[in-house]
């Protein structure tokens, strides 16, 4: 049983930064993965970047490297997405979600992740 709430999204200018919040609350699992997704509208549903909830290096799509950073806070229950030098690209609705092992976190295919929050808009202007 896990429940996340994304938070953070807005529309911002080019070259701007944003952080989303995930609200990650779980009285089943202890292990498991996380990771941020996003969805434009009229495409499907990618990952952006993962990491292992227990602690480990990040997995970042190789659209958002060098800007996005994944972490969490140390009570583990926020998982956060800094966002910088946002382009138009990036604008879609990001979605916190959370697997139910944490044997393979090295994954940016949504069918991977069971649970899933309600998504935030982020818009960046051009």
């Known amino acids: 049983q896990v429940q996340l709430v994304e938070s953070g999204g807005g529309s911002v200018q080019a070259g701007g930064s944003l952080r989303l919040s995930c609200g990650v609350s779980t009285t089943t699992y202890r292990r498991f993965c996380l990771g941020w997704f996003r969805q434009a509208p009229g495409k499907e549903r990618e990952g952006v970047a993962t990491l292992r909830r227990s602690g480990g290096s990040a997995y970042y799509a190789d659209s958002v490297k060098g800007r996005f950073t994944i972490s969490q806070d140390n009570a583990k229950n926020t998982l956060y997405l800094q966002m910088n030098s946002l382009k138009p690209e990036d604008t879609a609705i990001y979605y916190c979600?959370?697997?139910?092992?944490?044997?393979?976190?090295?994954?940016?295919?949504?069918?991977?992740?069971?649970?899933w929050g309600q998504g935030t808009q982020v818009t960046v202007a051009s």
């Open positions: 979600a959370a697997t139910d092992y944490d044997g393979y976190c090295r994954t940016l295919s949504p069918t991977d992740f069971a649970h």
